[in-house]
C-alpha cells in the first residue's frame, strides 16, 4: 500500500487544522493506521493509532483530548483532526500503516511496527 499525507500548513496556536492520509494499491480497512510527528531530530513521536474503524483510538499523551483519529474507508483515507494546537504540536507529520495483529497494544507506539510511510506534511504553529 502507498501513502499520501497532507493538509498541514501554517496555523496560529489555537487554531484547527485536518490532515489526510489516502491509500492506494491497497485498502487502508486492512490496516492499523498511525500518526507519528517528528520534530528536527531523529524520533518519531507516537500522535494517535486506530486498528479498525469503528474501534478504539490511541493517543499520546501530549495530544489527548485536542487530536482525533478517523477512519473513511470509502474514501481509504485516515485523518487526523488537529484541535487547540500549540507550538510545541510544530512537526513533519507522518501516516503509517501497521500489520493487525492481536498484541496491537504492545507495538502500536512504535514506529518501527509500522512498514509503510506517506512521505509527511509540515505542520507549523505559531505562537
Known amino acids: 500500500v502507498q501513502l499520501q499525507a497532507f493538509g498541514g500548513g501554517l496555523v496560529q496556536a489555537g487554531g484547527s487544522l485536518r490532515l489526510s492520509c489516502a491509500a492506494s494499491g491497497g485498502f487502508m480497512s486492512s490496516y492499523a493506521v498511525g500518526w507519528f510527528r517528528q520534530a528536527p531530530g531523529p524520533d518519531r513521536e507516537f500522535v494517535a493509532a486506530?486498528?479498525?474503524?469503528?474501534?478504539?483510538?490511541y493517543y499520546g499523551d501530549s495530544v489527548k483530548g485536542r487530536f482525533t483519529i478517523s477512519r473513511d474507508n470509502a474514501k481509504n483515507t485516515v485523518f487526523l483532526e488537529m484541535n487547540n494546537l500549540k507550538p510545541e504540536d510544530t512537526a513533519v507529520y507522518y501516516c503509517?500503516?501497521?500489520?493487525?495483529?492481536?498484541?496491537?497494544?504492545?507495538?502500536?507506539?512504535?514506529?518501527?511496527?509500522?512498514?509503510?510511510w506517506g512521505q509527511g506534511t509540515q505542520v507549523t504553529v505559531s505562537s
Open positions: 486506530t486498528w479498525r474503524s469503528g474501534g478504539r483510538a
Open positions: 503509517g500503516t501497521a500489520p493487525r495483529r492481536s498484541d496491537w497494544l504492545s507495538y502500536y507506539r512504535r514506529s518501527s511496527a509500522y512498514d509503510a
